[in-house]
C-alpha cells in the first residue's frame, strides 16, 4: 500500500528510488551487480524503536545475509546515532504489534514535534560506517552457513557501535539486538 500511495510516489522521486526489501527486488538487483542500501529491521525495527534506548531487530532478519552469500556481496554494518530521538515511540505490548506486523500493518504510534507529531524532532544524526565483511560466493548456502555470516554480521555492528558510542554520548548505553 506504502508504494501505491501518491504521497509516497512524490518522496521517492525527491529521495532516490526506494523499493520493496522482498526477495524478488534483492535477486534483481543482485542480478544486475547493483549496489544497495538495506534496512534489513523493517516495521519490526520501527516498532521497537526507543528514544532512550538502542534497538536494531536484526535477529530474525537473515533473508539479506543467505542472498549476499549467493552473490557474493559484501556487507558494510552501519549505526546512525540520533535517529532514535527524533520521534517518541509507544513501548510495549510487543506480541500484539509483532502481530499486526505480521499482517502488513506497521505498529508503530510516534510523536514527533508536539505542535505536528507526524514531524520529527531535531536531532544532530551521526551515521557511522564500519569494514565492509566480505562473503564468499555459495550457490545453496546451508543454514549453518547463513548463522555463521549473520552472527558475524551483528558482531561488526555491536562492535561499531561500541567503538563510537563515546563519541555521541552514548558511553554507557548498550546496543539491543531484538
Not at 14 to 36: H, I, R, V, Y
Not at 57 to 80: D, E, H, I, M, W
Request: include cysteine.
Amino acid at each position: 500500500a506504502l508504494y501505491n500511495s501518491p504521497f509516497f510516489r512524490l518522496l521517492t522521486k525527491c529521495t532516490g528510488n526506494p523499493q520493496p526489501a522482498d526477495k524478488n527486488t534483492f535477486l534483481k538487483l543482485m542480478q544486475e551487480e547493483k549496489p544497495m542500501a538495506v534496512i534489513p529491521g523493517g516495521f519490526e525495527e520501527a516498532t521497537v524503536t526507543s528514544e532512550i534506548k538502542h534497538r536494531l531487530y536484526l535477529k530474525k532478519r537473515k533473508g539479506f545475509v543467505k542472498y549476499a552469500l549467493q552473490n557474493g556481496y559484501t556487507l558494510v554494518p552501519s549505526y546512525c546515532f540520533g535517529e532514535s530521538r527524533t520521534y517518541s515511540n509507544l513501548q510495549g505490548f510487543w506480541k500484539f504489534r509483532m502481530w499486526l506486523n505480521g499482517l502488513g500493518l506497521p505498529a508503530i504510534v510516534p510523536f514527533g514535534r508536539w505542535w505536528f507529531p507526524l514531524l520529527p524532532r531535531n536531532s544532530d544524526m551521526h551515521i557511522v560506517v564500519g569494514k565492509g565483511l566480505q562473503l564468499p560466493t555459495l550457490a545453496t548456502p546451508s543454514k549453518e552457513e547463513v548463522d555463521k555470516w549473520h552472527g558475524m554480521y551483528v558482531e561488526e555492528v555491536t562492535a561499531l557501535f561500541d567503538r563510537h558510542k563515546a563519541n555521541y554520548g552514548c558511553d554507557k548505553d548498550v546496543l539491543e539486538i531484538w
